[in-house]
């Protein structure tokens, strides 16, 4: 580790976190706040952007080291984010709604698994 690596983590991280932020108040804005959307959101796309990066890091580009950890540590790490999905399946559970907490957690785990899987397999088609 050093402070190059260091600077574009955190220039990365600060980029996701105002990104998260940013899809999560429009989210609440658009479609209310009593479900998570803009985490399930994040989460998704977060997972799908990772894919195509990896697969594109995989076929044709291979980014620096400090590019790669801007973007898969700091964006899409502070972007996506398991802490805040975890605190928002307790406050639904405290809130005793047991069925909506376990819909989200199936919907997030598998959606965002199908979305990296999707976002390497579109960028497979797109260049290869």
Same mark, same amino acid.
């Given at each position: %580790? =050093?402070? $190059? %690596?260091?600077?574009?983590?955190?220039?990365? +991280? #600060? @980029?996701?976190?105002?990104?998260? !932020?940013?899809?999560?108040? @429009? /989210?609440? #804005?658009?479609?209310?706040?009593? &479900?998570? !959307?803009?985490?399930?959101?994040? =989460?998704?796309?977060?997972? &799908?952007?990772?894919?195509?990066?990896?697969? *594109? $890091?995989?076929? %044709?580009?291979?980014?620096?080291?400090?590019?790669?950890? %801007?973007?898969?540590?700091?964006? @899409?790490? #502070?972007?996506? *984010?398991?802490?805040?999905? $975890?605190?928002?399946?307790?406050?639904?559970?405290?809130?005793?709604?047991?069925?909506? #907490?376990?819909? !989200?957690?199936?919907?997030?785990?598998?959606?965002?698994?199908?979305? @990296?899987?999707? +976002?390497? /397999?579109?960028?497979?088609?797109?260049?290869?």
């Amino acid at each position: %580790m =050093n402070l $190059s %690596m260091i600077v574009f983590v955190a220039a990365g +991280g #600060a @980029l996701g976190a105002v990104g998260r !932020y940013g899809v999560v108040s @429009l /989210a609440g #804005a658009l479609i209310g706040h009593g &479900f998570p !959307y803009g985490t399930v959101i994040v =989460n998704i796309v977060g997972s &799908f952007v990772l894919g195509a990066v990896i697969e *594109t $890091s995989a076929l %044709m580009w291979s980014p620096s080291p400090e590019i790669r950890a %801007m973007i898969v540590v700091g964006v @899409l790490g #502070a972007f996506t *984010t398991f802490s805040t999905f $975890s605190l928002d399946v307790v406050t639904l559970v405290t809130r005793g709604e047991n069925v909506h #907490a376990m819909l !989200y957690v199936i919907v997030s785990v598998v959606a965002s698994i199908a979305a @990296l899987w999707g +976002g390497m /397999a579109l960028t497979r088609v797109l260049i290869t």
